[in-house]
């Protein structure tokens, strides 16, 4: 089976632009959440989407937002980019009823 | 509020040598705690998986352990080798809610 995947690897935005970053889940699996990791917060959990809807939210303000289409493939949107957005995003998928969480490779965001 | 926390935030050993990883949460009342590993310019490998009930886990030479009374658990890694070295990440996911709080990771250099 293939694995998650991430599009873009690699995004240079600038200021107050928006930007949106594409997952796709392992085959057969429902649920994506997504994580943001920098070097002073670590890993947070931004939202788990489920059959299309969001199940779980994060302490994230509502400049990011995303949302999950009928093949299970999640999209996550940030906008009005502050330098502070600059993270790694990993995605993740999980088979229903399980635990455990298979990772993206992420999409790094700098925001210059 | 969960918090995780993991000591030491780096570790370097010379190849060949037992070492022990330790993570700490402050609310015993989790569902699981996961063990994962980030390998540079990757993705998070989940690697050890322990339900609240469970004392333990292993697979090949690592060996995750979890004390809930006392807040803890050791990943324990056998026979060290160069292709170890990358950062261990615990995580806890409480109330089965699918939400993971994660600790800051440790830093392993295994030196050849």
């Known amino acids: 089976k293939a694995g998650v995947t991430q599009t873009p690897r690699y995004l240079i935005k600038t200021r107050g632009q928006q930007v949106t970053l594409s997952c796709s889940p392992i085959s057969g699996h429902r649920s994506v959440s997504w994580y943001q990791q920098t070097p002073g917060q670590g890993l947070q959990f931004l939202f788990e989407?489920?059959?299309?809807?969001?199940?779980n939210k994060g302490n994230f303000p509502g400049r990011f937002s995303g949302r999950q289409f009928s093949n299970s493939r999640s999209e996550m949107n940030v906008s009005t980019l502050e330098l502070g957005d600059s993270a790694l995003y990993l995605c993740?998928?999980?088979?229903?009823?399980?635990?455990?969480?298979?990772f993206g490779p992420g999409t790094r965001l700098t925001v210059t | 509020k969960q918090e995780v926390t993991q000591i030491p935030a780096a570790l370097s050993v010379p190849e060949g040598e037992n070492l022990v990883l330790n993570c700490s949460f402050t609310d015993s009342a989790i569902y699981n705690l996961q063990w994962f590993r980030q390998d540079p310019g990757k993705g998070l490998t989940s690697l050890l998986l322990i339900q609240s009930s469970q004392r333990e886990q292993t697979s090949g030479r690592l060996n995750a352990s979890l004390d809930k009374s006392s807040g803890r658990s050791t990943l324990y890694i056998a026979a060290s080798q160069p292709g170890d070295s990358a950062t261990y990440l615990c995580a806890v996911e409480e109330d089965s809610n699918y939400q993971l709080i994660w600790g800051a990771g440790t830093k392993l250099i295994i030196k050849p």
């Open positions: 993740a998928s999980r088979a229903q009823g399980g635990h455990e969480q298979y």
């Open positions: 989407y489920f059959s299309e809807t969001q199940r």
